[in-house]
């Protein structure tokens, strides 16, 4: 797919839209929060504001940008095998960021220095009610995708394809990375690299958005369902078999993510364009 040429002023469009959206966002936030309903509920509710003032803001854009937009979800560049892999892309990234997780904890590089905060491993299954969990999946797994990949694949990648891999994929992670919170950025900018390298191969928006999906519904589950607690002793020698198992773990679902966007490219490279 060629470059998509859109002007400065729809590139300052999009990001003050974004920028008006989220600031909404928050202020729903606070509204529903001082309100008493529970944070996560607030998270995920609030957000359902964020398409509708896009799209109130953007109109004039989206319509004329109506050919542009449905070239990037073309029902010919999506197959059971395009989505299949981008799941699994999704689910290996998941695992690799646990095992960083564990292998940190284990090599010390995330325990606390506070002694007195030394806990066992515990780990406990419980999720929240139905309509909770389901409005964090259709909202986090669903609309944040599709919106985060249209607007940083889409059109900030997308306007910079002639400008080659390495610089397109770079900028759209790194716009995409700015609108998270500071403390997720270093995940988040991986994730992005990830996806614009599905969207540079591909030429399509599915897969990028499929993995997107994917890893955002795991989230969801993580922060939801699962209960967790670790912080070991430094010099405890029961450590050393869970930073062996975590490293093998990181090395494997990583070098596996790579050979998966490698057969992506492979095959991007046979398939007829």
Not at 129 to 149: D, N, Q, S
Not at 163 to 187: D, K, N, Q
Not at 189 to 202: C, D
Request: charged content about 10%; proline content about 5%.
């Amino acid at each position: 797919m060629s470059s998509h040429r859109i002007t400065a002023t729809t590139i300052v469009a999009l990001i003050v839209a974004t920028t008006a959206a989220l600031i909404a966002r928050t202020l729903v936030q606070k509204h529903l929060l001082a309100a008493g309903y529970g944070a996560a509920f607030v998270s995920d509710l609030s957000y359902l504001v964020v398409p509708f003032i896009l799209f109130m803001l953007l109109f004039p854009i989206w319509n004329s940008e109506k050919r542009y937009i449905k070239a990037q979800f073309r029902r010919a560049d999506l197959s059971w095998r395009i989505a299949l892999r981008a799941i699994t892309i999704g689910v290996l990234f998941r695992v690799a960021w646990w095992s960083q997780l564990f292998a940190g904890i284990s090599f010390g590089i995330y325990r606390t220095p506070n002694t007195s905060e030394i806990m066992p491993f515990a780990l406990a299954f419980h999720c929240p009610p139905v309509i909770e969990i389901g409005l964090g999946l259709v909202v986090m797994a669903a609309i944040v995708p599709l919106i985060e990949e249209t607007f940083n694949r889409g059109y900030i990648q997308g306007a910079l394809r002639d400008r080659g891999f390495a610089l397109s994929v770079f900028v759209g992670a790194t716009v995409f990375t700015i609108f998270h919170t500071y403390a997720s950025w270093p995940f988040v900018f991986v994730a992005g690299l990830l996806f614009g390298t599905q969207y540079w191969i591909a030429g399509s928006l599915w897969p990028s958005l499929i993995t997107h999906a994917t890893i955002n519904g795991l989230i969801q589950i993580d922060w939801r369902c699962v209960n967790g607690q670790w912080s070991p002793k430094a010099d405890s020698p029961d450590l050393v078999l869970p930073a062996m198992v975590a490293s093998a773990s990181l090395i494997a679902s990583s070098l596996a993510i790579l050979f998966l966007i490698n057969r992506m490219a492979t095959g991007a490279r046979i398939a007829p364009r």
